[in-house]
């Protein structure tokens, strides 16, 4: 890894190249979960603040090569795995993207049109789609309503507070989770979500596994 530190032969060699390690193993973690903002408030059509809130993204380096036969092909070279997820996300974002979470099952997709698009066509039950199903759940949709998706997002923004308390850090800072607790947490909500607004459990049943009280 570029910045893991030379071998000296002192004892704080391992505790520093501890420490570089973890850094590096979470640069792609915390890219992932900031991919997810960024998706968030590009379906919200909240502008990027990249001066503040994603000023970690807005700046990378690789180096740049290319080779003649018949045509020109250039190539790019990343010293770091963030910097190249980075680069395809400044990409991505350059075409001016047309995001939009589904309604009924939360997932972030691409609207064949630039029209509100409120639901996606993943399967999602009995061979139908979120746009067939939906009808059936729309009421339970608005979420300062509805007490199950109110203790979600409340939830889901804790969770990840936590996360930050224990990023780049070598001991688990008071209530602080790493990237595995914080996914134990985040994949089985998303899913008891899902299910709770496709009629499948009760507010009872999800809120048991949702909620988080300590």
């Known amino acids: 890894m570029n910045h893991t530190p030379k071998d000296d032969g002192t004892a704080m060699y391992v505790y520093n190249a501890k420490s570089a390690i ?3 193993i979470a640069e792609p973690v915390h890219f992932y979960i900031q991919l997810r903002e960024v998706l ?20 990378g380096s690789f180096a740049q090569s290319y080779t003649f036969t018949n045509t020109l092909e250039m190539e790019y070279h990343f010293r770091f795995t963030k ?3 980075q680069f395809l996300l400044m990409n991505y974002l350059n075409s001016d993207p047309n995001v939009a979470r589904c309604h009924c099952c939360g997932q972030y997709f691409i609207p064949k049109t630039r029209k509100s698009t409120l639901y ?3 399967v999602m039950k009995d061979g139908k789609t979120c746009k067939e199903i939906a009808p059936a759940i729309i009421h339970k949709n608005a979420v300062d309503a509805d007490p199950v998706l109110k203790v979600y997002d409340r939830t889901k923004h804790k969770m990840y507070k936590r996360y930050e308390r224990a990023y780049y850090s070598l001991d688990q800072l008071p209530k602080g989770i790493y990237f ?6 985040r994949e089985p909500a998303a899913e008891v979500r899902t299910k709770y607004l496709k009629g499948e ?8 596994i949702i ?3 300590d």
């Open 22 to 24: 973890c850094e590096q």
């Open 40 to 59: 968030e408030d590009l379906s919200l059509g909240i502008p990027l603040d990249f001066e503040d809130k994603y000023a970690n993204l807005a700046q």
């Open 83 to 85: 910097n190249y997820f």
């Open 120 to 122: 996606c066509d993943r």
């Open 180 to 185: 595995e607790k914080y996914l134990e947490w």
């Open 201 to 208: 459990l009760t507010a009872e049943e999800a809120l048991k």
């Open 211 to 213: 909620e988080v009280k």
